[in-house]
């Protein structure tokens, strides 16, 4: 089936630091894409997101980066801070045999050390 | 402020009852799911709607269901609790982003 899978599991980063969290879709037709956080005991958060159309988008300390040749997305933070320490999700939007639907991946936990 | 809120928050329920899980919404989305969340799956798709009696099953559909009667709800049912069913349940709406829910802890017994 179709899936989107995040390459390390976890990730620890010193306070001030730039954090690089990557995802692999494997959908080609997905043509849209959203990163969230989600802290501990708390709902999905949106980030940020991005069209098939677009290859970068910049948001506040944040920016996604879409490399559709490869169908690898990343989300890089930066000057990551404590209240960064989540864990992150992407999702993708494309067709399944149940209709089109987000993809989610297993996350990545993010752990800022002060 | 538009919201979308879920209850109750925790719920401990016996093998075999029937469970319904409340799903409330604000925003004024026609798109409503419901995901469940296990450690290694992630979110995983249940049932979702696109519009007030509209209903579709997800990739884990089975033991479950819901109805769609009005904009603002999509209530989750469980037709005869399974231990299978411990998880966290988590409500979205949308119009493109997903909006979520703070979630449900349902524990089976």
């Known amino acids: 089936g179709e899936s989107v899978g995040l390459h390390l599991p976890t990730l620890s980063v010193q306070e001030g630091d730039n954090s690089i969290i990557n995802c692999a879709y494997s959908?080609?037709?997905?043509?849209?894409f959203i990163w969230y956080k989600q802290e501990s005991g708390k709902g999905p958060q949106f980030i940020i997101d991005i069209r098939s159309n677009m290859d970068k988008r910049q948001g506040q300390r944040v920016t996604v980066l879409l490399n559709k040749t490869v169908k690898h997305l990343s989300l890089q933070i930066a000057a990551t801070q404590p209240g960064d320490s989540a864990v992150y999700f992407c999702?993708?939007?494309?067709?399944?045999?149940?209709?089109?639907?987000?993809?989610f991946g297993t996350g990545t936990s993010l752990t800022v050390i002060p | 402020d538009a919201e979308i809120t879920q209850s109750p928050r925790h719920k401990i329920t016996e093998t075999g009852r029937q469970v319904t899980l409340a799903c409330h919404q604000t925003w004024n989305h026609n798109n409503m799911f419901w995901y469940r969340q296990d450690l290694g799956h992630g979110l995983r798709l249940i049932h979702y709607s696109y519009g007030v009696q509209d209903t579709n099953k997800g990739e884990v559909s089975d033991g479950y269901s819901v109805s769609r009667s009005n904009t603002e709800d999509l209530p989750l049912t469980l037709e005869s609790a399974a231990s299978s069913q411990t998880s966290v349940y988590f409500c979205?709406?949308?119009?493109?982003?997903?909006?979520f829910g703070p979630g449900t802890r349902l524990t089976v017994t």
């Open positions: 979205a709406s949308s119009e493109d982003r997903s909006t």
């Open positions: 959908n080609s037709a997905s043509d849209y």
């Open positions: 999702a993708g939007w494309g067709l399944s045999n149940t209709g089109n639907q987000f993809y």
